[in-house]
Each structure stands twice: as structure tokens, then as C-alpha cells.
């Protein structure tokens, strides 16, 4: 009796699994596959997973919102992206809903595209609004993104730790050194600050930036600015721009 009053008041095991903030869905499966509690369903391809999900997207990257996650044992895969689907929609939803005026964004999808490039350029709250305002100012002029995490995605698993000047010519619309506007999909799954950067960039003037140790980075107004800034923080080697 006291087993089957666990059962109706739901009082049953959970198990947690936590997706990190700039992951990719390669590496989103992965860790559901190491997760022993989750049933292995998916193996038709992302397009069925996208219909499973009752997603209008094509592409799953970027799409699962990065939290931890409780569930019970046998819990299938469908089921455990389709709650970290149905997350990232609502707060997408939440942000876009009260997001400042003027973005470049035709829709809710691009500013989500857009906070992957955040999430993946900085780990400081503080930097990401104006990251943030540094790519949208940018997309206003029509000025190429340049960011490498975009290159380090297209290299996928030919990526050494290294993004180098023969990289930047790789054939890829990922290639934000020679495409403008903004790659096709997200290149990573972004936490809330991201989205909400995205959402409400800085009203800065800045077109540059380059990292300049311990997670941060300088800002300049001018190509003149940031080459100087290059020369002091990265002593001649390749700067993220």
C-alpha cells in the first residue's frame, strides 16, 4: 500500500542530466548516450528528430536550452530533448517579447543565432551586451562578423585547438570571414544572458574587439585602435575580431 501511494502521489526516482552552455548538439548526444538512465530512440536522422520534437526548424544546433535537467529512469531521448526544446522556445519567447528597438533580427531564430556567437565569444556577463553590440553594429553596416568560434565550427573535428589564416578561407557558410550577416544556424546552445544580450546590446560605438587574457577583451572604435590592440595583447598572433 505505501508503494502504490508513492506511485499516485508521483514520488518516484529522478536522475539529472546537465547541458552546458556553448554546446554543441554533437556534443549534447553525446551526453545523452554516456547517460545510462536515457533510452536510445533517435537514429533516423536530425530531420525525423526535428518532426519527433515538433519543431518548424531544420536544424536541432543550438535549440536546447542549457540547464539541468531531472527525469525518471527509461526516459527516452525524444523526451528529454523535447523538455529542453520546449524550454529554450518559452524563454526565446520571453525575451524576444520584450527585446529593445532597432535590431537587425527578422526574426526570434536570428537573435538566437546571434547569442550562440555570444555565448561562444565570452564567459563574462558583463561583456556580453557588448559583444553583443559590437556584431549587431556590424550586421548594420554590413561589415562582415569575423568571429572564429563560427570557423572553429566549420572546421568541426579538423579543428587542432587553433584557428589559423589558411582557416579563414574555409568553404562554409559558417564562414564569417567571407560571408556577411549571420550564419545559418546557432553554432551552440546560449544560457538566458546570452539570449537577453542578444536581445539588448550596449549602445556602445565599438566595431573591434580582441581578447586580451583572463576571459576579457579590449573594445575599439576604430580598425587603427583594434590593429594596436592586437599588437600589445596577442604579440603578432591571430586576434578574434
Do not use: C
Request: proline share 5%.
Amino acid at each position: 500500500l505505501q508503494l502504490l501511494d508513492q506511485f499516485v502521489a508521483g514520488k518516484v526516482k529522478q536522475y539529472s542530466l546537465t547541458l552546458i552552455e556553448g554546446w554543441t548538439f554533437a556534443q549534447i548526444m553525446a551526453a545523452i548516450r554516456n547517460n545510462g538512465h536515457i533510452v536510445q530512440t533517435s537514429k533516423t536522422g536530425n530531420t525525423q528528430l526535428m518532426q519527433d520534437l515538433g519543431a518548424g526548424e531544420q536544424s536541432p544546433e543550438g535549440l536546447f536550452f542549457p540547464d539541468t535537467y531531472h527525469f525518471p529512469g527509461k526516459t527516452t531521448d525524444v523526451e528529454f530533448l523535447r523538455n529542453a526544446y520546449a524550454r529554450m522556445q518559452k524563454i526565446l519567447d520571453e525575451e524576444w517579447q520584450h527585446r529593445a528597438d532597432g535590431l537587425p533580427y527578422a526574426s526570434s531564430y536570428e537573435a538566437l543565432i546571434l547569442a550562440s556567437l555570444v555565448e561562444k565569444e565570452t564567459g563574462l556577463n558583463d561583456e556580453r551586451p557588448m559583444i553583443a553590440g559590437v556584431f549587431i553594429r556590424r550586421l548594420q553596416k554590413g561589415m562582415p562578423l569575423q568571429t572564429d568560434p563560427t570557423i572553429i565550427y566549420a572546421l568541426d573535428d579538423r579543428f587542432d585547438g587553433n584557428v589559423r589564416k589558411g582557416d579563414m578561407d574555409i568553404d562554409s557558410p559558417y564562414n564569417t570571414y567571407l560571408h556577411t550577416g549571420l550564419p545559418p544556424t546557432p553554432i551552440a546552445i546560449a544560457g538566458r544572458a546570452s539570449i537577453h544580450a542578444a536581445l539588448h546590446p550596449d549602445n556602445g560605438s565599438a566595431l573591434y574587439f580582441v581578447a586580451k587574457g583572463g576571459g576579457a577583451h579590449h573594445f575599439s572604435d576604430t580598425l587603427s585602435e583594434h590593429n594596436k590592440a592586437v599588437a600589445k595583447y596577442q604579440l603578432g598572433n591571430h586576434a578574434n575580431e
